[in-house]
């Protein structure tokens, strides 16, 4: 059964029910009996100019797209869609609800400040420390801009988010595109038409890179929230700043008594007072001592009264108490449930060790796996299979009201500190193995065929971590079980257009494959990396990654997968050739029919020439008057040698009108660059040298039968210019320099018959 499709949360008729495929992928049947393996999903991605193929057995294959295929314009999301969307992009609630409800205090001020800025079109970032309660304000006023922009309010989440992730996921939250992600040029286009309130938390860059996202949204009105120590925005990025620091001592006060639900006894006040002054106002640490303070009168109850889950008898305090009472010692049974005394305030100010001793097996087992994950709580319908506790989804609501969490993104998080408090407790000492049975858990869950690439994507900062602590330990073990993790989940962050996790995860497999010495998978994720960077326009890379992919499978004779990547290398080098501006081949024509693909020819541009002249230093006036010049005929190899100092310049019309020097012919044909025209050329030059023989050998015959004349007749040219004695005033005199003598015709007497 699908773990995240459990009947309880879903209504699903039992664990025979599979969830229905999304809109736009194959679906997943089983054979006739219902007993045999799912097949593989396919998804078909239109990525820009490419049909991208995900194949999660093969790998991806990539294709331009054709004219028809492309998809027009999309549409935007009605109010019903953007209401489910902005539900889906908040955590889930937990399955039970431990602990009061805890309402905003001693914000009103800035939250109606907030919410005016945005009416007015301004983008507002709100600075302040971790706990300071940033999210539940920005909570706050996104419901009271519901409806003041026309593509409504849109929830992102910066935690491991670059601009363009931030950009593609503005695009897919208010425009209707599945299996769509157009090139940065389509991108940038849909987003400047975006008119809505964008809420984003956790964010983790500024200067250039955040005012790229504002100049990008012109119509759009963020609200930012991070951390002081994220890199401040640029001064041309007109921010209105608000900084938020933490409440006053009747605010945290009155939350305390929100947090214990009863009024607080004098002792208690006092001591609030001193944490209050201890922790700068921070809400985080007041929702942690109301923990403790509940904790605390629940130690004072009856041991017997415990919940229906018996998660109060887990707690090793009940259990002293009851043991106490057995063997008859009254005191220590009092004293467990009567006269606690308040902890002390180095222990409030840094309490996630005591709170984490008195919850209960499966909460405690849920803050190892976080901090085995870095920090990452998985979805808490994957606890009850990592924890081996049926009732384990319960622990998210347990540590969410001992404020041990908090929410980030679509997910949970351990809140600001608890990590470092936990592991100096010793908490972090089997993180290796834990993420070793998180990492088997992602990879048959990612793999199964009724889960959705979206529901794999949500899950993608756990799945990644689980993948970077497994290369991280080093061990050969660990590192084929984060192969197999990275070949599973890869291809569904690719169908969920998740690609900055594409690229992680794949490069986790890649580094992953190499310590383990897959020779077959490494080059997998070679392949998938080269398509990767080819669809985001990195020709290079693409070319790099392929030629290692194919090499690799080359050696392992993996025939179908070095056909697979000649085939994306071959679509490289057309779009190298179209970007250099040479031939462009149309979509659907084969490698065979359209012959090798040349090479970019690199402009050569001519050498200076001072006062008109060309680079010999001869001026052509008429020649620069003409539109184009004859090319140079080949000389043939009987014709008289030219005399030294004299060049022969060809010039040509360039696009400004000015001339420059034509290449030789040999020198433009090797940069030409392709067989079929240097074969032509050379056969060009045997014809002519065969021509030329056989002009020379008529001629000769023909002076030996005395019809030969050696006087111009009406009917040659009549451009030639002749001098007084009827010869062309260009053509040197017989006998002279560089005046061919006919072989079997003696000269002038006096002259020598030879050459």
Not at 235 to 249: I, K, N, T
Not at 513 to 520: L, Y
């Given at each position: 059964m699908d773990p995240t499709n459990r009947p309880e949360e879903f209504g699903d008729d039992g664990p025979e029910a599979v969830a229905a495929s999304a809109p736009g992928h194959e679906a997943a049947d089983r054979d006739a009996a219902g007993h045999g393996p799912a097949l593989a999903r396919v998804v078909h991605v239109v990525a820009g100019d490419y049909v991208l193929t995900v194949n999660p057995v093969d790998g991806c294959e990539i294709e331009p797209c054709l004219p028809g295929e492309r998809p027009g314009r999309p549409g935007r999301h009605g109010p019903d869609e953007r209401a489910e969307l902005l539900r889906a992009a908040a955590p889930p609630p937990p399955a039970r609800r431990i602990g009061?409800?805890?309402?905003?205090?001693?914000?009103?001020?800035?939250?109606?400040?907030?919410?005016?800025?945005?009416?007015?079109?301004?983008?507002?970032?709100?600075?302040?420390?971790?706990?300071?309660?940033?999210?539940?304000?920005?909570d706050a006023v996104a419901a009271d801009c519901a409806n003041l922009a026309p593509d409504g309010v849109v929830r992102l989440s910066g935690h491991h988010r670059t601009t363009t992730d931030l950009l593609y996921e503005l695009f897919a939250a208010v425009h209707d595109a599945p299996l769509h992600r157009p090139d940065r040029a389509g991108l940038l286009a849909a987003v400047h038409e975006i008119g809505a309130v964008v809420v984003l938390d956790d964010l983790e860059f500024g200067g250039s890179a955040l005012d790229e996202l504002l100049d990008a949204t012109p119509e759009c009105a963020f609200l930012l929230a991070a951390t002081p120590d994220v890199a401040a925005p640029s001064p041309d990025s007109h921010l209105e700043e608000v900084f938020l620091g933490g409440l006053d001592r009747t605010g945290c006060l009155e939350l305390l008594e929100h947090a214990v639900d009863r009024p607080l006894t004098d002792e208690e006040a006092d001591w609030a007072a001193d944490l209050w002054f201890e922790s700068e106002g921070l809400p985080l640490r007041f929702v942690q001592a109301g923990a403790l303070l509940r904790q605390r009168d629940e130690m004072s109850a009856d041991p017997a009264a415990v919940d229906e889950f018996g998660v109060f008898a887990e707690r090793p305090y009940v259990a002293a108490a009851e043991a106490a009472a057995a063997e008859g010692d009254d005191s220590t049974a009092a004293?467990?449930?009567?006269?606690?005394?308040?902890?002390?305030?180095?222990?409030?100010?840094?309490?996630?060790?005591?709170?984490?001793?008195?919850?209960?097996?499966?909460?405690?087992?849920?803050?190892?796996?976080?901090?085995?994950?870095?920090?990452?709580?998985?979805?808490?319908?994957?606890?009850?299979?990592?924890?081996?506790?049926?009732?384990?989804?319960?622990?998210?609501?347990?540590?969410?009201?001992?404020?041990?969490?908090?929410?980030?993104?679509?997910?949970y998080r351990l809140a600001a500190g608890v990590a470092d408090q936990l592991t100096a407790q010793g908490y972090g000492t089997d993180a290796a193995e834990?993420?070793?049975?998180?990492?088997?858990?992602?990879?048959?869950?990612?793999?199964?065929?009724s889960v959705a690439p979206?529901?794999?994507?949500?899950?993608?900062?756990?799945?990644?971590?689980?993948?970077?602590?497994?290369?991280?330990?080093?061990?050969?073990?660990?590192?084929?079980?984060?192969?197999?993790?990275?070949?599973?989940?890869?291809?569904?962050?690719?169908?969920?257009?998740?690609?900055?996790?594409?690229?992680?995860?794949?490069?986790?497999?890649?580094?992953?494959?190499?310590?383990?010495?897959?020779?077959?998978?490494?080059?997998?994720?070679?392949?998938?990396?080269?398509?990767?960077?080819?669809?985001?326009?990195?020709?290079?890379?693409?070319?790099?990654?392929?030629?290692?992919?194919?090499?690799?499978?080359?050696?392992?004779?993996?025939?179908?997968?070095?056909?697979?990547?000649?085939?994306?290398?071959?679509?490289?080098a057309d779009r190298a050739a179209l970007a250099a501006g040479g031939p462009v081949v149309p979509p659907g024509v084969s490698r065979a029919e359209r012959g090798p693909?040349?090479?970019?020819?690199?402009?050569?541009?001519?050498?200076?020439?001072?006062?008109?002249?060309?680079?010999?230093?001869?001026?052509?006036?008429?020649?620069?008057?003409?539109?184009?010049?004859?090319?140079?005929?080949?000389?043939?190899?009987?014709?008289?040698?030219?005399?030294?100092?004299?060049?022969?310049?060809?010039?040509?019309?360039?696009?400004?009108?000015?001339?420059?020097?034509?290449?030789?012919?040999?020198?433009?044909?090797?940069?030409?660059?392709?067989?079929?025209?240097?074969?032509?050329?050379?056969?060009?030059?045997?014809?002519?040298?065969?021509?030329?023989?056989?002009?020379?050998?008529?001629?000769?015959s023909g002076g030996h039968d005395g019809k030969s004349s050696d006087?111009?007749?009406?009917?040659?040219?009549?451009?030639?210019?002749?001098?007084?004695?009827?010869?062309?005033?260009?053509?040197?005199?017989?006998?002279?320099?560089?005046?061919?003598?006919?072989?079997?015709?003696?000269?002038k007497p006096g002259q020598s018959a030879g050459p």
């Amino acid at each position: 059964m699908d773990p995240t499709n459990r009947p309880e949360e879903f209504g699903d008729d039992g664990p025979e029910a599979v969830a229905a495929s999304a809109p736009g992928h194959e679906a997943a049947d089983r054979d006739a009996a219902g007993h045999g393996p799912a097949l593989a999903r396919v998804v078909h991605v239109v990525a820009g100019d490419y049909v991208l193929t995900v194949n999660p057995v093969d790998g991806c294959e990539i294709e331009p797209c054709l004219p028809g295929e492309r998809p027009g314009r999309p549409g935007r999301h009605g109010p019903d869609e953007r209401a489910e969307l902005l539900r889906a992009a908040a955590p889930p609630p937990p399955a039970r609800r431990i602990g009061p409800e805890l309402p905003l205090l001693e914000r009103q001020e800035e939250r109606e400040r907030l919410s005016r800025l945005l009416s007015r079109g301004r983008s507002v970032r709100v600075t302040g420390p971790s706990g300071s309660g940033r999210t539940v304000l920005l909570d706050a006023v996104a419901a009271d801009c519901a409806n003041l922009a026309p593509d409504g309010v849109v929830r992102l989440s910066g935690h491991h988010r670059t601009t363009t992730d931030l950009l593609y996921e503005l695009f897919a939250a208010v425009h209707d595109a599945p299996l769509h992600r157009p090139d940065r040029a389509g991108l940038l286009a849909a987003v400047h038409e975006i008119g809505a309130v964008v809420v984003l938390d956790d964010l983790e860059f500024g200067g250039s890179a955040l005012d790229e996202l504002l100049d990008a949204t012109p119509e759009c009105a963020f609200l930012l929230a991070a951390t002081p120590d994220v890199a401040a925005p640029s001064p041309d990025s007109h921010l209105e700043e608000v900084f938020l620091g933490g409440l006053d001592r009747t605010g945290c006060l009155e939350l305390l008594e929100h947090a214990v639900d009863r009024p607080l006894t004098d002792e208690e006040a006092d001591w609030a007072a001193d944490l209050w002054f201890e922790s700068e106002g921070l809400p985080l640490r007041f929702v942690q001592a109301g923990a403790l303070l509940r904790q605390r009168d629940e130690m004072s109850a009856d041991p017997a009264a415990v919940d229906e889950f018996g998660v109060f008898a887990e707690r090793p305090y009940v259990a002293a108490a009851e043991a106490a009472a057995a063997e008859g010692d009254d005191s220590t049974a009092a004293g467990a449930r009567n006269g606690i005394p308040l902890p002390a305030l180095s222990t409030a100010a840094a309490p996630a060790a005591l709170l984490a001793s008195w919850l209960s097996d499966a909460a405690r087992d849920t803050l190892a796996i976080a901090i085995a994950l870095g920090g990452e709580v998985p979805h808490q319908a994957h606890l009850p299979a990592l924890v081996g506790d049926t009732h384990a989804d319960a622990a998210v609501g347990e540590l969410l009201a001992c404020g041990l969490i908090t929410p980030t993104g679509a997910h949970y998080r351990l809140a600001a500190g608890v990590a470092d408090q936990l592991t100096a407790q010793g908490y972090g000492t089997d993180a290796a193995e834990r993420a070793h049975t998180a990492a088997q858990h992602y990879a048959w869950w990612a793999g199964h065929p009724s889960v959705a690439p979206e529901r794999a994507a949500a899950e993608a900062d756990a799945i990644l971590a689980a993948m970077g602590v497994l290369i991280a330990d080093g061990d050969a073990g660990q590192a084929a079980a984060a192969v197999l993790l990275a070949r599973t989940a890869a291809p569904a962050f690719a169908a969920a257009l998740h690609w900055s996790a594409w690229e992680r995860s794949l490069r986790h497999g890649q580094a992953a494959a190499r310590r383990a010495g897959e020779v077959g998978e490494e080059a997998y994720f070679h392949h998938e990396l080269g398509v990767l960077a080819l669809c985001t326009g990195n020709l290079d890379r693409a070319r790099a990654e392929l030629e290692a992919s194919i090499g690799m499978r080359g050696v392992l004779a993996d025939k179908r997968g070095a056909i697979a990547g000649r085939r994306a290398l071959a679509l490289v080098a057309d779009r190298a050739a179209l970007a250099a501006g040479g031939p462009v081949v149309p979509p659907g024509v084969s490698r065979a029919e359209r012959g090798p693909v040349p090479p970019p020819v690199p402009p050569v541009a001519p050498p200076a020439a001072p006062h008109g002249r060309t680079p010999a230093g001869e001026e052509v006036p008429d020649a620069r008057r003409e539109e184009s010049a004859t090319p140079p005929a080949v000389p043939s190899p009987f014709a008289a040698p030219r005399p030294e100092g004299v060049s022969t310049t060809v010039v040509t019309r360039l696009a400004d009108g000015s001339a420059a020097p034509r290449q030789a012919w040999a020198r433009k044909m090797m940069l030409g660059g392709t067989r079929r025209n240097l074969a032509a050329a050379g056969a060009g030059a045997l014809l002519a040298a065969v021509l030329g023989t056989v002009v020379t050998l008529g001629a000769t015959s023909g002076g030996h039968d005395g019809k030969s004349s050696d006087g111009v007749s009406p009917e040659q040219s009549a451009s030639q210019q002749d001098d007084d004695k009827g010869l062309n005033a260009d053509e040197p005199a017989r006998g002279g320099a560089g005046h061919p003598q006919v072989p079997g015709r003696p000269g002038k007497p006096g002259q020598s018959a030879g050459p």
